[in-house]
Antibody
Framework: EVQLVESGGGLIQPGGSLRLSCAAS????????MSWVRQAPGKGLEWVSV???????YYADSVKGRFTISRDNSKNTLYLQMNSLRAEDTAVYYC?????????WGQGTLVTVSS | AIRMTQSPSSFSASTGDRVTITCRAS??????LAWYQQKPGKAPKLLIY???TLQSGVPSRFSGSGSGTDFTLTISCLQSEDFATYYC?????????FGQGTKLEIK
């Protein structure tokens, strides 16, 4: 059974950094395209980043230069390093399997950027 | 970025009704469109991809159609568990973008 479990969210001050993790089971992260999608409170969905199986990465303009997606093949885990956080980054962050449409999603982890 | 516009943003319906949600892309996206269902506090669930292909395990009362710029999601006979928010998503080009959502409520 495919399972994705995010962790690492929390309350962080503007300008701070946070690293989100997404532990996968039931499939191999490095053989799949893996994405991060976020949802601000009461708002819609926003694609954030993707890492290809070959290692290429892409980002939404809103996070480019501040966020970095990566993976640890030995741990079968996806990461999102978030730096220079802003209030508008406040959201539930989901990891998802896929590059185009997203077949499997984690339960999400809430990131709140506030002083 | 391609803009996705859903209509209506919300509406009320009754169990047993047939409902249709529309999604329009700001430019042609061929059939690179997916539909998701999201319930409060839960992750989105993939319903349809490639505009009309039903994801495994999704009830057949859900169907999708369209290509180019205009798409529809139809629920043929609403069940109580279908009251949720629905999103369309284009994956024709980066960045992938979602519609603003359609909240389906019980009348």
């Amino acid at each position: 059974e495919v399972q994705l479990v995010e962790s690492g969210g929390g309350l962080i001050q503007p300008g701070g950094s946070l690293r989100l993790s997404c532990a996968a089971s039931g499939f191999t992260v490095s053989s799949n395209y893996m994405s991060w999608v976020r949802q601000a409170p009461g708002k819609g969905l926003e694609w954030v980043s993707v890492i290809y199986s070959g290692g290429s990465t892409y980002y939404a303009d809103s996070v480019k230069g501040r966020f970095t997606i990566s993976r640890d093949n030995s741990k079968n885990t996806l990461y999102l390093q978030m730096n220079s956080l802003r209030a508008e980054d406040t959201a539930v962050y989901y990891c998802a399997r896929g590059n185009e449409y997203f077949q499997h999603w984690g339960q999400g982890t809430l990131v709140t950027v506030s002083s | 970025a391609i803009r996705m516009t859903q209509s209506p943003s919300s509406f009320s319906a009754s169990t047993g009704d047939r409902v249709t949600i529309t999604c329009r892309a700001s430019q042609g996206i061929s059939s690179y469109l997916a539909w998701y269902q999201q319930k409060p506090g839960k992750a989105p669930k993939l319903l349809i991809y490639a505009a009309s292909t039903l994801q495994s395990g999704v009830p057949s009362r859900f169907s999708g159609s369209g290509s180019g710029t205009d798409f529809t999601l139809t629920i043929s006979c609403l069940q109580s568990e279908d009251f949720a928010t629905y999103y369309c998503q284009q994956y024709y080009s980066y960045p992938s973008t979602f519609g603003q959502g359609t909240k389906l409520e019980i009348k």
